[in-house]
Each structure stands twice: as structure tokens, then as C-alpha cells.
């Protein structure tokens, strides 16, 4: 078992890899992220996990379901069970989660309102839940005084879903709603966030989805308002954008690693993205940073 690890970044924040503490109900993980565009996860958990978004927007797709969600929703993994989630592009979303996993977990999950189908629900006050993560992070040791608190913490944030499903509207038991995403256009968004790294093309996405580029293009400009190159060229960029601002690994190598085998290409893309090439980019941030955490002494 690997051990436990706690980050915090501006944007993430995280305590992850508990150890379990009882076969009833136990805390795996739980944090928040203010996500970047595009910002995509595609595969399975071994845990549940039960996302909470506090502002902008996305996609989930679970059991060939997808749905455009937003704030004031909350969306719920099962171990096992394969799904694509991801921020939008202009508004991307912001939520925090808890991941548990344990025996009662599935029956206290019902009385919260989920069920097998029902996957996707709306959220409680979003003050109350962000409160009660906030006093979870204030006691992130592995002192046993500490793994008690946590583990009363998920119960009150438990209660409080239960709380919640108890004043909703009678819900049937489908997903249903007609603001959904294209199956096809998740399937093609899986593919390059799976992908991206190498040289694929539209063609080759279009081929592994079963379906004529036009066809695919077609799709994303009903979807996002862009063919289907620009929605991968912009997942690059953005890729791109993440390696420079937060390693150090030179020009060349993030132009590899998402997809350009020509450097001067890579540079090109990357300034008419941003109006900067990316070694202007990566110096005018850490300028700015720097510039922002020094003290005033004035």
C-alpha cells in the first residue's frame, strides 16, 4: 500500500491514499480542484467517489449515459465502473470530492438518494459541505485523534446527503434529460486525452471511433462550436500550457510529449495560441509569480 500523501497547490488540494480503517465504511481520499479547461480523467476506481461541483461546468458519461452537468450537481463513481468526466472549455468546473469505500457504503448511498441508474443528483448547500472539508483538512496527520475526526467528518458529510435526498422531488430511476453530450464525442475526447501524446489526426480518430471525419467534425461544432483539429489542437495547447508552468522540462521535450515531432511546429501552434512562444511564456509567468509572492515593503 503506498503511503499517504498530502498536496497543496492554488488549484489542488488533496489528502489521498488512507489507510482503511474499518471493512464497514472507510475514508480513502478527499479534495478540491479548480480544473483547467478540457481537464479529463477516463477509466476506473476502486473506491467510490462522489464529486460535488461548486461552479462552472462539464461532462460525465457512465454506462453509455453522458450529461452536461454544472454547479449545484454532484455526480457519483462506483468501483469498477468505467466513465469519462470533463471540464468544459470555457467555464471549467470547480468541485471537491470524497472517495470512500467499505461494505455500508452502498446502502448508505441509497438513502442519499443514489441508486444503480441514478447517478447524478442535485447537491446540498455547498457552504456546508465546503465546511466540513475545511475542518477535515485541519486535521490531516495520521494521528489516531486526527484519523477519528476524519472518519467522524465523512459520517456529518453523509448525514448531511442524507438530509438533503430527504427534501428533493420524488426522482425517478433513470439519468434521463435532454442536455446530453454526443456518445461519439466522448468517445473521441477518451481517445486523445488517452492519445494526445502521439501523432494521431482527426482521421485516426474518426477510424477508431467507427465513424467519417466529416461526421466527427460535424459533431464538435454542434458540441463545443469547433471542428474536431481545433478541439485537439487547443487540448495540446492547454497540455502544453500545464508541462511548461509546472516542471522544468525543456521546449523540446513538452513538444514531444504532446504530439509534435518538429519543435518549430510546436512553437509556431503554441504563439498563435497564446501570443508568446513558450519559452516567453514560461518567463513572463515566472516573472509574474515571483512578482506576486514577494512582500511589500513598501
Not at 468505467?82 to 470530492?97: E, K
Not at 441508486?115 to 456546508?128: F, G, H, M, Q, Y
Not at 426522482?171 to 486525452?193: F, K, R
Not at 454542434?222 to 516542471?247: C, H, I, S, V, W
Request: aromatic share 12%; proline share 5%.
Amino acid at each position: 500500500m503506498r503511503p499517504s500523501r498530502y498536496t497543496s497547490e492554488p488549484s489542488f488540494r488533496c489528502l489521498e491514499d488512507l489507510r482503511e480503517t474499518s471493512s464497514e465504511v472507510s475514508l480513502i481520499h478527499f479534495g478540491w480542484e479548480n480544473c483547467k479547461p478540457y481537464h479529463v480523467f477516463a477509466g476506473e476506481r476502486e473506491e467510490y467517489i462522489l464529486h460535488i461541483i461548486l461552479s462552472g461546468r462539464g461532462f460525465y458519461t457512465a454506462d453509455d449515459n453522458t450529461r452536461n452537468l454544472t454547479a449545484g450537481q454532484m455526480f457519483l463513481i462506483r468501483p469498477g465502473q468505467p466513465v469519462v468526466y470533463c471540464s468544459d472549455r470555457h467555464d471549467p468546473w470547480r468541485y471537491l470530492w470524497f472517495g470512500f469505500r467499505g461494505e455500508r457504503v452502498k446502502s448508505i448511498l441509497n438513502h442519499c438518494g443514489f441508486t444503480k441508474n441514478r447517478l447524478v443528483l442535485p447537491a446540498p448547500d455547498p457552504e456546508s459541505v465546503i465546511s466540513i472539508q475545511n475542518e477535515m483538512f485541519e486535521h490531516i496527520t495520521l494521528d489516531y485523534a486526527d484519523v477519528l475526526f476524519r472518519e467522524a467528518s465523512l459520517f456529518k458529510f453523509l448525514s448531511l446527503l442524507c438530509e438533503h435526498a430527504s427534501h428533493l422531488p420524488a426522482l425517478t430511476d433513470t439519468e434521463g434529460g435532454e442536455d446530453t453530450v454526443n456518445p461519439y464525442v466522448v468517445q473521441a475526447i477518451d481517445y486523445i486525452n488517452s492519445n494526445y501524446m502521439h501523432s494521431i489526426s482527426v482521421s485516426d480518430i474518426a477510424e477508431r471511433i467507427g465513424i467519417s471525419r466529416t461526421y466527427l467534425n460535424r459533431l464538435f461544432k454542434l458540441e463545443y462550436n469547433m471542428p474536431a483539429q481545433e478541439f485537439l489542437m487547443d487540448f495540446r495547447m492547454r497540455k502544453a500550457e500545464f508541462f511548461l508552468l509546472n516542471t522544468s522540462r525543456p521546449v523540446k521535450e513538452i513538444a514531444r510529449d504532446t504530439g509534435y515531432q518538429d519543435q518549430l511546429v510546436f512553437s509556431k501552434a503554441f504563439k498563435k495560441r497564446f501570443d508568446l512562444s513558450p519559452k516567453q511564456y514560461r518567463l513572463t509567468r515566472q516573472e509574474l509569480e515571483f512578482h506576486n509572492e514577494r512582500p511589500d515593503n513598501s
